[in-house]
């Protein structure tokens, strides 16, 4: 519950490390609550992307000279930082890839396309994002597989009974979202994986939104792949990981072939690299990995049970503050569970796309849509929510700010 | 101020959200036809009466769900349409909306005012023959 004792953490201090948050538009200072799309960069990222134009720039792998060798240092060991921070076993399970998105898309070409056909199942949930859903059903048109849905129930919980339901020894891949990006809620994920490997399934988890604002252990979960980009938690865009299980990543075909991810090539055949780079083909985005791995550094020295707990304390304020309103519609499990840093929402009468341009009168900036989760929005009966997303930066009284400015918006459409 | 904003809630946008003209249905109408924008989820479907010769539009009625823009967007559109040569609607473009709505509208929102428009013109097509479509969707920009 939202509680007045001081935030735990020091946000005057993180604030000045966050030049955008300075901005103003006319005399109104940004409110900027649209964290689950992309986050603010500190200033610690932006030098170290700038440093590394500045004075290592070269391509990775491919020269022996000087700079060469240090861009492709800082390259592989920003791959052991990633790997430390998610738990995974070291570089050989850390792929940079563009984003949660093509990290999604890798496994289900380089795995899905191979292994799947007609009689195989892979299991999703009703409150995946279309970076999943949309995925697994192509690739399942593809190859005759099958996509079902875990069901969510009316607090926007995954039904489990359902899911022990589902998954089943057709099932080759389950696919979940380990934090919702519209409700909130934190998924069961390691309950999960145990029940995709008594079917000898895979798992991919989808932690988008969990990675950014919680600590995430994969080897814990017991992930078989897991999925998240570098925008959502202080870093550069262009930069995403796909984790994987060496053995698997070792068994898997790649998915896009080309330099860097071969060891010897002639007229007739190619062979892979070793792991990771048999699936980082073509040059990388070198200063993303590099300035993803100083975002690490920066989320491990606020300290991420910290940041888990200053989310969940502005949820649950916003949901406190939301509840003062007959007309305000709140979706995801209710104030009191633990909820990741967002809450979608909706003010009878007014649509949010209004909502939300109205709010951009104010400066604070929300997002509203179906965010990337159509069927979602189907199954919820709205077309469109608006949503409000917290990071470290965030403060109550940003969302007293919020709240002032919908009272505004019913007042005009009143 | 800010980017566009409430400036775009202007006193006649909200009055026709609030009270939209022309809003229901035709009995035989010369066609109707349906469309949505899916970023915003709105819907709009339109009942057109033409007059014998098929080139001035007698009557308008619509029906639809969505943003202040795109519902407002066709209560004035159904106004605009009374009695308009269909080749004066052929010929309509955004700008001609943008215009008829007497605000800035953001660029992520022209789809939302665009739909009325669209749904009307490709209305007028299909029944004219010179278009094969069941729904209009303003996912194009144009
Ligand atoms: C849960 C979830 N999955 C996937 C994505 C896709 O992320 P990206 O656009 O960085 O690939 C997002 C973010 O939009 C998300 O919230």
Redesign the interface.
């Known amino acids: 519950m939202a509680t007045t004792e001081p935030d735990i953490l020091d946000i005057e201090a993180i604030r000045a490390d966050f030049p955008i948050l300075e901005r103003e538009f006319g005399d109104q200072q940004l409110v900027y609550l649209d964290n689950a799309a992309t986050t603010q960069t500190p200033d610690q990222v932006i030098d170290t992307i700038a440093d590394y134009y500045r004075e290592m720039n070269a391509n990775v792998h491919r020269g022996l000279h000087q700079l060469s060798q240090e861009a492709s240092i800082a390259y592989e060991e920003a791959h052991d930082r990633v790997a430390e921070f998610i738990g995974a076993g070291g570089r050989e399970e850390v792929i940079f890839t563009k984003n949660t998105t093509e990290s999604m898309n890798t496994v289900a070409y380089a795995w899905g396309l191979n292994e799947l056909g007609p009689g195989d199942e892979v299991v999703l949930t009703e409150m995946e994002h279309h970076a999943s859903l949309v995925t697994w059903q192509q690739i399942a048109k593809r190859t005759g597989a099958e996509v079902k849905y875990i069901r969510i129930d009316e607090d926007g919980r995954l039904d489990m009974d359902h899911a022990r339901e589902l998954i089943t020894d057709d099932t080759e891949m389950v696919s979940v979202v380990h934090v919702s990006n519209v409700l909130g809620t934190i998924n069961p994920v390691e309950e999960l994986a145990d029940i995709a490997h008594d079917h000898d399934s895979y798992i991919f988890v989808d932690g988008a939104q969990a990675v950014p604002n919680r600590p995430v252990d994969v080897e814990a979960i017991d992930a078989d792949f897991y999925a998240f980009s570098g925008h959502k938690m202080c870093g550069p865009t262009g930069i995403g990981v796909l984790y994987g299980k060496q053995h698997i990543l070792e068994e898997m075909e790649p998915y896009l072939y080309g330099g860097d991810m071969i060891t010897k090539v002639t007229f007739e055949d190619a062979t892979w690299n070793e792991l990771p780079w048999k699936y980082e083909a073509g040059t990388p985005i070198i200063a993303g990995g590099i300035a993803l791995a100083e975002a690490a550094d920066y989320l491990d020295d606020i300290g991420m049970e910290n940041v888990e707990r200053h989310e969940n304390e502005l949820a649950q304020y916003a949901l406190d503050r939301f509840a003062e309103f007959d007309d305000i519609e709140v979706f995801g499990p209710p104030a009191g569970e633990h909820r990741g840093g967002l809450v979608s929402f909706n003010v009878e009468g007014v649509h949010a796309h209004d909502l939300s341009e109205i709010l951009n009168d104010y400066a604070v900036a929300v997002r509203a849509g179906d965010h990337c989760t159509q069927p979602l929005h189907d199954k919820l009966g709205v077309a469109a929510t608006a949503r409000a997303s917290f990071y470290i930066y965030n403060t109550k009284s940003e969302i007293d700010t919020l709240v002032e400015a919908l009272d505004d918006a019913r007042q005009l459409f009143a | 101020?800010?980017?566009?904003?409430?400036d775009?809630?202007r006193q006649q946008i909200?009055d026709h959200?609030?009270n939209p003209r022309n809003y229901g249905e035709i009995e035989e109408p010369t066609f109707t036809h349906v469309g949505e924008n899916?970023?915003?989820?709105?819907t709009i479907e339109m009942d057109v009466v033409l007059d014998d010769d098929e080139s001035t539009i007698e009557g308008v009625a619509f029906r639809g769900?969505?943003?202040?823009?795109s519902q407002a967007a066709a209560s004035m559109l159904s106004e605009e349409l009374q009695g308009m040569e269909t080749d004066v609607l052929e010929e309509m473009d955004r700008d001609d909306i943008i215009d008829m709505l007497g605000v800035d509208i953001?660029p992520m929102?022209v789809k939302?005012a665009v739909l009325a428009e669209k749904v009307a013109q490709d209305g007028l097509e299909i029944y004219l023959g010179e278009k094969d479509l069941d729904m209009t969707t303003t996912e194009e920009d144009d």
């Not at chain 2, 769900?65 to 823009?69: E, L, P, Q, T, Y």
């Open positions: 101020m800010g980017i566009g904003g409430s775009m809630y909200l959200y609030k899916p970023m915003c989820g709105d769900d969505g943003c202040a823009i953001s929102r939302c």
